[in-house]
């Protein structure tokens, strides 16, 4: 049965990525003109959201959140597992408050992506001490604004998601540096709809992105000596509804 289905699921994935291309170029004179100056990055973060829909809604993609909480007031860490190339685009679904993405310096060789990176969104060149002390002078500086900062812990996506990959120490520890709480996000099966590894997957499908914002964990009073388990907390708490979820 799976293989009457793996040539529909591999056009609808040719599909996909077409769509993604698309509605990219439909909107990219407003990105142009909105992700270089910080007095626009919240019209570039509305259209982004806009992009989301526009790649995920027509494809037979809906994004279901659950919330343990409001969002926290101010400025907190954002920690979502990372399973698909779909998490980015659910994220802006996910997460209606304006926030800015920090992320790997590879990020910035995307030919049509790497412009949210440029000015927007933080870059972090873990190959120069120099730029990524930078970098993270840039998050705190955003920090200092209220602006929230998103950062997959796992710096990449696995190869056997949903399993998930030991979370980094990096982002805690900035999380304890700024006394900022860290929310941690579940997505649960995107892996599923749009499987990301090329030795894995097969096409994609429509259907419900579901996603789950935990209660933020408080860093209030932590020191440094409590990276790892600030960091062991908040990879438990993704790997506890993982383990709850039919979808893996």
Known sequence: MQRVWLIPRLL???????????????????????????????????????????MTVPLGIITLVDKDEDW??????????HTSYLDIMVSYI?????FHYMGKAELSNWWFFN???????????RESMRRSYGAYQRAA???AKGIPIAVFPEAMIPRDTPKLKTFKNAPFRFAIEQQIPVMPVTFK?????????????TG???GLAKVRLHKAVSTEGLTLDDVDTLRQRVQQVIQDELDRDGDN
């Open 12 to 54: 609808w994935r040719g599909v996909f990525f077409s769509n993604t291309l698309l509605t990219f170029f439909l909107l990219a004179p407003v990105f142009y003109t909105t992700v270089f100056n910080e007095r626009t990055f919240k019209v570039a973060f509305f259209f982004k959201r806009v992009w989301a829909y526009l």
């Open 204 to 206: 994609g499908r429509p």
């Open 141 to 143: 500086d955003d920090v």
């Open 115 to 125: 412009i949210f990176f440029k000015k927007m969104n933080i870059s972090i060149d």
């Open 189 to 201: 099966n995107n892996w599923n709809i749009l499987p990301a590894d090329p030795n894995h997957w």
């Open 72 to 81: 926290p007031e101010g400025a907190f860490l954002i920690t979502p597992n």
């Open 94 to 98: 996910a997460f209606p408050k304006y």
